[in-house]
Every structure is written in structure tokens, then in C-alpha cells.
């Protein structure tokens, strides 16, 4: 039997600035945002990278050693909990941009939450330049399911390598929710809607300042870069790009990895 699932997902982008270092701060702004963002019934929430700390690493005080005091368990921390339980409440996966305890120190990570607020996994950046050497890099790029389907996450610069997106397309992602903090000039927005056109992926770009949705097919869905409403809401047509990726003209299916050599 064919497994069902939903044409659309209304996908929730936070966008304010948060405190750097101030935890509790950034929580009860996350749960006042999230107090508004409960009422358009999103499928998903997403957060800016390292929301939850305020993205430390560009400040000099904070080393790789140190780093640890501002990172969270995702199963164990109090901020994390009360994060799950609105997903439960909710029924709304959310994507938390924070800084995670990992081995040897600390990831810039995106923890995820499923519908009945449970832990289901984090991905840690892997692109990580300058400052953000100061995190322990990410090693995989795993895809997570969803009863929507499969969908990746990737972290600020990691959009800039094509390698991700296609690593991600290829494992069945039908849909990249992007955490960041960085650029969101002209630029970036080619970015982003070049990673969505040549791997038939929509992007969720989720900046502080911008919220900037892109289709399957490159075009913007939605960009706002205010920061003043707290959050940007739409839709994302899944059932688009199941239709896209079907066809056998699709860049996906026209691939030659036979002559993809170095």
C-alpha cells in the first residue's frame, strides 16, 4: 500500500534577534513568539541558528574549551523541555537552533522535536569556518522522516557547498529547513534559490532578520526582512515536488553520475 501523506505543510520561520549569552532571555522570547505562531496551526517551526544562546562564536571571550558553559543537553535541559512540550501541545515538529553538548565539546546544532514532542535527533553543522572552528563540526547529513515525508536541515554556510542540498535531495528530502545567522544581502538570496532550483528542493532560510522561502522550482514564496513581527508563515507544496521529482526530464533523474569524475 502507498503511504499517504499531505500535499502542503505550513511551515513557521522565527525571526527576531536574540540575546547573545542569555539563555533564559532568548527561551521566554522563543515562548512569546511561539504563544503567537500556535494560533496559525503551523506543520513545523523553525528557529535562527544558535537561537537559544545567541550565536556566541564570534565573540572573543568564547573559546572551543569554554564554549560548553552556554551548550544544552536537548534531553535533559529544562529550555528544551518546555520547547517539546509546546510541540506537543502543538502538534508541530520544531526545529531548535542552539548550541549542543556533544564530545569534545560543543556542535552548532539544530535539535528536532516531532509532533508529540519527543527528541527525534540533531543535525550539527558541518561547514565550519573561521569562529565557528570554535564548534565541533557535524560529520553526516542525515535526513529525518516526518509523517509529511523526509526532510533535511542544514546551518548557515552550509548552504554555500551544492554538495549539501544535493546530498540531501538525493537521500529523499523533499523539503530544507536552513537555520542561520549570516549573510542575507542580494547575494544570498541568489544562493538560496540556486540550491532550490538545481536540486528541486525548497528552502526555509531562517535569519534573525529575514525569512526567505523558496519552491522546487528557485522561486520566492516569501521574504520578509523585518524583524519586528516576530515570525513569517507559509505554505509549502510537497505534493509539488513528489510531482516534479517524477518526472523523468527532472535534473534529479537526469543525473550522469557516470561522469561525475575527478
Not at 505543510?9 to 532568548?26: F, H, Q
Not at 563540526?137 to 516526518?146: C, M, S, Y
Request: with cysteine; proline share 5%.
Amino acid at each position: 500500500m502507498t503511504e499517504k501523506f499531505p500535499k502542503k505543510i505550513r511551515v513557521a520561520a522565527v525571526r527576531s534577534y536574540p540575546a547573545k549569552g542569555d539563555l533564559d532571555a532568548n527561551l521566554e522570547r522563543l515562548m512569546e513568539i511561539l504563544g503567537q505562531v500556535g494560533r496559525q496551526h503551523p506543520d513545523v517551526v523553525v528557529t535562527p541558528e544558535c537561537f537559544l544562546d545567541g550565536y556566541l562564536a564570534f565573540r572573543s571571550d568564547v573559546t572551543r574549551g569554554n564554549m560548553v558553559r552556554w551548550a544544552i543537553d536537548p534531553e535533559r535541559s529544562p529550555a528544551a523541555r518546555r520547547v517539546a512540550e509546546w510541540a506537543r501541545t502543538h502538534r508541530c515538529w520544531v526545529i531548535l537552533g542552539c548550541t549542543r553538548r556533544v564530545r569534545g565539546g560543543a556542535a552548532n546544532s539544530a535539535v528536532i522535536f516531532d509532533r508529540r514532542g519527543r527528541y527525534v535527533g540533531a543535525y550539527d553543522k558541518v561547514h565550519c569556518r573561521g569562529d565557528d572552528r570554535k564548534f565541533v563540526p557535524g560529520r553526516t547529513l542525515p535526513v529525518f522522516k516526518a509523517d509529511f515525508g523526509r526532510f533535511g536541515v542544514m546551518i548557515c554556510a552550509d548552504r554555500r557547498w551544492p554538495e549539501t542540498v544535493r546530498t540531501l535531495a538525493l537521500q529523499g528530502a523533499l523539503v530544507i529547513f536552513n537555520p542561520t545567522y549570516g549573510q542575507q544581502d542580494e547575494k544570498n538570496s541568489w544562493l538560496v534559490r540556486t540550491r532550490s532550483f538545481e536540486s528541486e528542493t525548497p528552502i526555509v532560510f531562517t535569519h534573525p532578520g529575514q525569512s526567505l522561502f523558496t519552491d522546487a522550482k528557485g522561486e520566492v514564496l516569501l521574504d520578509e526582512r523585518t524583524a519586528e513581527s516576530g515570525f513569517s508563515v507559509a505554505e509549502i507544496n510537497l505534493g509539488g515536488v513528489r510531482a516534479l521529482r517524477a518526472n523523468p526530464g527532472s535534473f534529479l533523474n537526469q543525473r550522469r553520475p557516470d561522469a561525475y569524475r575527478l
